[in-house]
Nanobody, 120 residues
């Protein structure tokens, strides 16, 4: 089992920056991917960014060059960060962290979601 806790959302002006964090604890040895999805109001959930255990990252087209995903491991937790720069109004969404593990089968664990609002 993996517990996933997100933090860092909020209100920011266009052009500003925010950093989201997501800490995974529990059986973290089987984690092979962590990442972020988002769901804008009235729209479907979309991939923002993901990163593998080996450090390979992938980004949605709308955030390339503005967002950066990274990870750290400390005190029995794997934490994934999403640094969001040059934020736009259209980045407004609920951001969800996910963790994917594999041990005989693939499992996914999701955070509760954190609101990011970009508005002047």
């Amino acid at each position: 089992q993996v517990q996933v806790v997100e933090s860092g959302g909020g209100l920011v002006q266009p052009g500003g920056s925010l950093r989201l964090s997501c800490a995974a604890s529990g059986t973290i040895d089987n984690i092979y991917m962590m990442g972020w999805y988002r769901q804008p109001p009235g729209k479907q959930r979309e991939l923002v960014a993901s990163i593998t255990r080996g450090g390979m990252s992938n980004y949605g087209d709308s955030v390339k060059g503005r967002f950066t995903i990274s990870t750290s491991t400390d005190n029995g937790k794997n934490t994934v960060y999403l640094q969001m720069n040059s934020l736009k109004v259209e980045d407004t969404a609920v951001y969800y962290c996910y963790v994917r593990t594999f041990r005989m089968a693939t499992y996914e664990y999701w955070g509760q979601g954190t609101q990011v609002t970009v508005s002047s």
